[in-house]
């Protein structure tokens, strides 16, 4: 017996179902895009402009790396790891152009985020 898949509506609750998953989720986008266009847009429109603290660009690494050691520290506190393991990939095939004291900064960078270590313990 094959799985009926579920999903529903983020916006007004309308529920979709459906044995094919990938039809499923393409009724549920035709949906929202018909009856929550503006939401659908102002989200994705948040999406591109959100270079903020907890969500930096290449750019905003490459520049904190740039100023030094302790601005890219306070950069590297508010990443968390999903985001830091897109951007370090990123950042990596940077490494060979960058300048010697930037990419040992670089270096610690990748080492102190990789010791997960918890405040107060």
């Not at 529920?15 to 659908?40: C, P, V």
């Not at 990123?90 to 960078?109: C, D, N, T």
């Amino acid at each position: 017996m094959k799985k009926m898949w579920t999903a529903k509506c983020s916006q007004c609750g309308q529920r979709f179902r459906n044995y094919d998953r990938g039809a499923m989720l393409t009724r549920i986008q035709k949906h929202m895009w018909k009856f929550h266009s503006e939401w659908m847009r102002a989200r994705m429109k948040a999406g591109r402009l959100a270079g903020g603290p907890g969500n930096p660009t290449v750019g905003m690494v490459l520049t904190a790396i740039a100023q030094g050691l302790p601005v890219a520290l306070a950069l590297l506190r508010v990443v968390k790891k999903p985001r830091w393991d897109r951007l370090s990939g990123a950042v990596s095939s940077f490494e060979p152009y960058m300048k010697p004291e930037h990419r040992e900064i670089w270096q610690g960078l990748k080492v102190v985020k990789s010791m997960n270590i918890k405040r107060g313990s």
